[in-house]
Structures are given as C-alpha cells and as structure tokens.
C-alpha cells in the first residue's frame, strides 16, 4: 500500500496558462476524488470517478477544469486559461466502493500558485 | 452554504489535559461523519468516524460523540499530546452519496507542554 500520490507538489504557473496534476490512488481502489483547499477553508469537492466514470461534478468545476480517468487508474486534472483565484491545494483522494466505504484516504495535495 | 460548521478556529490545550473539538451541521440527510487530522503540507489523515444509529464511538485516545437533534457532533482527545498540535476537520456524508465528503472550516489545536 503505497497510498495515494501526486505529482507535483507544487506549481507556480503565470495567468492564462494550463496545467496539469496527476493523482495515483491505491490500487485496489475503485473510486477517487478532487477537492480543492484555500486558506483558511476546509476541502472543497469538485469531482469523482468510480472506475472511469466521472459521477459527478461540484458546480465549483467551471468548464476551465476537466478532469479524466481513462483506465480506472490515475487522474488528471487540467485547469485552462488560470486566474489567480486558481491558487489553492489540490488533493486527490480515493476509497474503495463496497469497502469501509466511507473513509477516504487523501494525497498530499498539489498547490497551485497562480502570478 | 456552510453545512458542516466548527466554529472555533483554534484551541490551546495544555499535555495531558483534554481536548475538544466541536462541529455542527445543518444537512438532515448526513448519517456518517469522520474527523481528519492534517499537518501542514500534508493531506488530510483519518482519525475516526461515526454513525449516526451510534451517539459514541471510541479509538483509544480518541472519542467521538453525536448528538442527532442537536446536529453536534465532538472529538475529544484524552490525553491531549504535544503530537495532536494539528488541524482537525469534521467532515460529513449520507448514504448514496457517493462517499462525498462535505467538510467544516477546520480548528487549529496546540498542545503546549
């Protein structure tokens, strides 16, 4: 159990460029997640996966973001054209549908400064 | 539309005292609520949960109580440990819900020796 990684941690990036984070959850896991954490503020929910269906999208996930899971494994998450109120900790997290479903076990985040 | 809420930002505690820690919510429909731990650039980490047919669950040092009518919900830490000093989010889900984690503010605890 390696648990859930992502890449990178940090990213500074100037407004109007895209980027990109990578999550790999564990492996046996069939469902992961993307909040977002600003200053101050809990995490917030943006999107899930079970296998390679996106479920659901928070309303937070303007259509600058896209995310994708294409084989059920890894995700990314793509955010285009950033602004400065981008910048925030993005975790990823997963857990395991059917399991001791309720606990999610979460990354150690990528944060995203936005110039 | 803060659903879950903890309204205290920090908490200082003394070693070896207790600590607790409150969150309250406003959705009926949560019927499982956890508390996560994090340190600074960190994930958050799981400590303990409960469900709502329970008004008490206990993990060693940790204890967890739901008051259903009142929507509350505590953690309490006993004896509190210089290690504890860290954030703690309450967090909250329903069944069906996909195990969408909706979450409070957060509370700052230090624990000073």
């Known amino acids: 159990d390696t648990g859930v990684s992502q890449d990178p941690r940090h990213k500074i990036t100037k407004r109007g460029q895209n980027v990109t984070f990578r999550c790999d959850p564990i492996s046996e896991h069939n469902r992961l997640y993307w909040y977002r954490q600003t200053l101050g503020q809990g995490p917030e929910f943006l999107t899930y996966f079970q296998n390679e269906a996106q479920l659901e999208k928070s309303r937070l996930l303007s259509d600058r973001f896209s995310a994708e899971r294409p084989k059920g494994s890894f995700s990314t998450l793509e955010i285009q054209r950033t602004e400065q109120g981008d910048s925030a900790m993005y975790l990823c997290a997963s857990s395991l549908a059917g399991g001791e479903t309720e606990k999610l076990f979460f990354g150690s985040g990528t944060q995203l400064s936005v110039l | 539309d803060q659903q879950v809420k903890q309204n205290s930002p920090s908490l200082s505690v003394q070693e070896g005292r207790i600590s607790i820690l409150n969150c309250d919510y406003t959705n009926s429909m949560f019927d499982y609520f956890l508390w996560y731990k994090k340190y600074p650039a960190e994930g958050p980490t799981f400590l303990i949960s409960i469900s709502s047919i329970k008004d008490k669950n206990e993990d060693g040092r940790f204890t967890v109580f739901l008051n259903k009518s009142a929507k509350h919900l505590s953690l309490h830490i006993v004896p509190s440990q210089p290690g504890d000093s860290a954030v703690y989010f309450c967090?909250?889900?329903?069944?069906?819900?996909?195990?969408?984690?909706?979450f409070g503010t957060g509370t700052q605890l230090k624990v000073e020796l």
């Open positions: 967090a909250a889900t329903f069944t069906g819900g996909g195990n969408k984690l909706t």
